[in-house]
């Protein structure tokens, strides 16, 4: 899809803004889809109790809401300490939460009664990579993919702590792995982009955020605004403006995105619109709108 065929879908896209942009520098550790405890492999049911604490906390953990998620799952796992999706999504809260020592505790425990649990591999290879321990974390994300190579977030952990022990031509591949598994997991792209993007390999980067931007759903907001960041470096201005342009039609209070119309409004010479947009920048600055790259 191209640009200018986005005009007619912008309603779909307005209030689903994916609030961090990913870049480089952000991407950090993917996870399951909460665990559910309702049939899958390997699953502990536990006694009615231990999973009505687990449902208050996985509610609490879609909220965003980390910290009385945890505390839920600490309920959920007195009751019944066997219970290991609430272990596991207890470990991916706490490493939300950057609690990665506490996480490893609850991921070795899952390990304890499954040592093939996947998820707990994965999300101990996050927690890992996070605490610089980069050979523990990729030995644990080997092994997670040698039970199953087909799971699209793993790869895209292993993507990431790949990049931190600076194997970018191996991130690169596993990035194209999450892909291959998944066609429409756009943050694999964004990453590889951000990552061919700082190896100076600018036109793969951009076909990454082109890629990107033809997934429909909630990321194409910093599919856009990604590659127009990328357009502005490369002084591709009139390209780069009608990118960010995008990105505010999509979510206008995206205040970055104002920020950096400013500029480039500037550079073109187009004073008067420049001032539009520092206006509409400050306004929705104020009102602490937009996005917030780390």
């Given at each position: 899809?191209?640009?200018?065929?986005?005009?007619?879908?912008?309603?779909l896209?307005?209030?689903?803004?994916?609030?961090?942009v990913?870049v480089?520098?952000?991407?950090?550790?993917?996870f399951?889809?909460?665990?559910d405890?309702?049939?899958?492999?390997?699953?502990?049911?536990?006694?009615?109790?231990?999973?009505?604490?687990?449902?208050?906390?996985?509610?609490?953990?879609?909220?965003?809401?980390?910290?009385e998620?945890?505390?839920?799952?600490?309920?959920?796992?007195?009751?019944?300490?066997?219970?290991?999706h609430a272990?596991n999504n207890?470990?991916?809260?706490?490493?939300?939460l950057?609690?990665?020592?506490?996480?490893?505790?609850?991921f070795?425990?899952?390990?304890?009664?499954?040592?093939?649990?996947?998820?707990a591999l994965?999300?101990?290879?996050n927690?890992q990579s996070?605490l610089?321990?980069?050979?523990?974390?990729?030995?644990?994300?080997?092994?997670?993919?040698?039970?199953n190579?087909?799971q699209?977030?793993?790869?895209?952990?292993?993507?990431?702590?790949?990049?931190?022990t600076?194997?970018?031509?191996?991130?690169?591949?596993?990035?194209?792995?999450?892909?291959?598994?998944?066609?429409a997991?756009?943050?694999a792209?964004?990453?590889?982009?951000?990552?061919?993007?700082?190896?100076?390999?600018?036109?793969e980067?951009?076909?990454?955020?082109?890629?990107?931007?033809?997934?429909?759903?909630?990321?194409?907001?910093?599919a856009?605004?990604?590659?127009?960041?990328?357009?502005?470096?490369?002084?591709?201005?009139?390209?780069?403006?009608?990118h960010?342009?995008?990105?505010?039609?999509l979510?206008?209070e995206?205040?970055?995105?104002?920020h950096?119309?400013?500029h480039?409004?500037?550079?073109?010479?187009?004073?008067?619109?420049?001032?539009?947009?520092?206006?509409d920048?400050?306004e929705i600055?104020?009102?602490g709108g937009?996005?917030?790259?780390?």
């Open positions: 899809m191209h640009t200018d065929d986005r005009n007619a879908m912008l309603p896209y307005k209030c689903c803004l994916l609030l961090t990913v480089l520098s952000v991407l950090g550790g993917a399951p889809a909460l665990l405890n309702k049939g899958s492999a390997g699953a502990a049911f536990g006694s009615e109790e231990a999973l009505r604490w687990y449902t208050f906390g996985n509610n609490k953990a879609k909220q965003g809401e980390y910290e998620a945890v505390e839920y799952y600490d309920r959920a796992v007195t009751a019944d300490p066997g219970l290991v272990w207890k470990g991916n809260a706490l490493s939300m950057r609690r990665n020592e506490e996480a490893l505790a609850c070795a425990a899952v390990l304890k009664l499954n040592p093939n649990d996947i998820h994965s999300g101990s290879a927690a996070e610089n321990r980069h050979d523990e974390a990729l030995e644990s994300i080997n092994k997670a993919l040698a039970l190579p087909n699209d977030y793993i790869w895209f952990n292993k993507a990431n702590i790949l990049i931190k600076k194997r970018h031509n191996d991130a690169l591949d596993a990035f194209d792995k999450v892909i291959e598994v998944n066609p997991f756009v943050k792209m964004l990453g590889k982009g951000a990552l061919l993007r700082e190896l100076k390999r600018y036109d980067a951009l076909v990454c955020y082109d890629q990107a931007i033809e997934v429909e759903g909630p990321e194409v907001v910093s856009f605004y990604d590659k127009a960041t990328l357009l502005n470096e490369l002084e591709r201005r009139d390209e780069a403006l009608a960010y342009n995008m990105v505010t039609q979510e206008p995206f205040a970055e995105a104002w950096e119309k400013v480039l409004l500037e550079k073109l010479g187009r004073n008067e619109e420049a001032e539009k947009c520092l206006k920048y400050k600055n104020s009102e937009g996005c917030c790259v780390e």
